[in-house]
């Protein structure tokens, strides 16, 4: 991927996806579009690898991402995920950034929980176990976060609880989040990151854009992210507007 002038100097930034074809349903496909754009932005180098299930694994990984599909797109590639498991677990440990959208967020958990009582172990990176049900939580959300307001769309009909200790990526203040009933959405370990939250999430909260490509930044050169001024005025405006329409 074509990099503007002079930024080869920052560095490259190895951007994965996983399992693009099986888990990305729901538009996700934009946060590795968006995060891309904005390595490519700030002036690294954005190489992005995909990851199909019976394909080797990418050596050299900064940030990984993954996205929302149907139950079946997850009982599709399980097989691969646990085939993969070791060295996911160990990049997580590394500091790795990871983003994980909807089915992607229920299989870093414990385990998933099909409708039909198919159980499907997860990786355990994040302490959440996720039950199906027939009724579907849907709609626009709001969160606070540690990286300010963030907005996005669920759709998701799992019902996630968090385990013990295990911190939420955000509170809702509109919306379902988790599971409808204790205020939690997503979860956050380290640079993982789990969320229900589609749009695609990225673009409309660049705040959070920019932790993710810090996070790598950082990763991938073992210096400090040196950041360009970017103008995100049109999405922090797209933002505010959901959030007032939402919670005043």
């Known amino acids: ?10 560095g490259e930034i190895h951007l994965v996806h996983l399992y693009p074809r099986e888990m990305s349903i729901y538009g996700d496909l934009g946060n590795t579009r968006c995060l891309a754009a904005r390595i490519r932005r700030h002036g690294y180098v954005p190489v992005v690898h995909q990851h199909h299930p019976g394909r080797p694994f990418p050596e050299r990984v900064d940030l990984v991402v993954g996205g929302g599909g149907q139950d079946s797109g997850q009982v599709t590639v399980e097989d691969d995920l646990e085939r993969i498991a070791d060295r996911l677990r160990e990049l997580a440990d590394q500091g790795v950034p990871m983003l994980m ?3 992607m967020y229920q299989l870093f958990g414990n385990a998933f929980i099909t409708v039909d009582g198919q159980r ?7 302490d ?6 027939a009724k579907r939580m849907i709609g626009p959300v709001v969160l606070s976060t540690d990286h300010g307001d963030v907005v996005g769309y669920e759709n998701h009909s799992g019902s996630t609880t968090l385990g013990p200790g295990q911190a ?3 509170r809702v203040r509109s919306g379902l989040g988790n599971n409808g009933s ?3 959405e997503g979860a956050i370990t380290g640079h993982v990151i789990g969320s229900y939250l589609h749009g695609p999430i990225l673009p409309a909260n660049p705040v959070l854009a920019d932790t993710l490509v810090g ?3 950082e990763h991938a050169t073992g210096s400090p992210f040196v950041p360009e001024t ?3 005025s049109t999405a922090r405006e797209a933002q505010q507007r959901q959030v007032r329409r939402l919670v005043g």
């Open 215 to 217: 996070w790598a930044a």
């Open 182 to 184: 204790d205020g939690t």
């Open 168 to 170: 939420p990526f955000g």
């Open 1 to 10: 991927m074509p990099a503007d002038p002079g930024g080869e100097g920052k």
């Open 120 to 126: 499907l172990p997860g990786l355990g990176i994040l």
């Open 230 to 232: 970017l103008d995100d």
């Open 128 to 133: 959440v176990t996720t039950q199906g049900n």
């Open 101 to 103: 959208i909807c089915g």
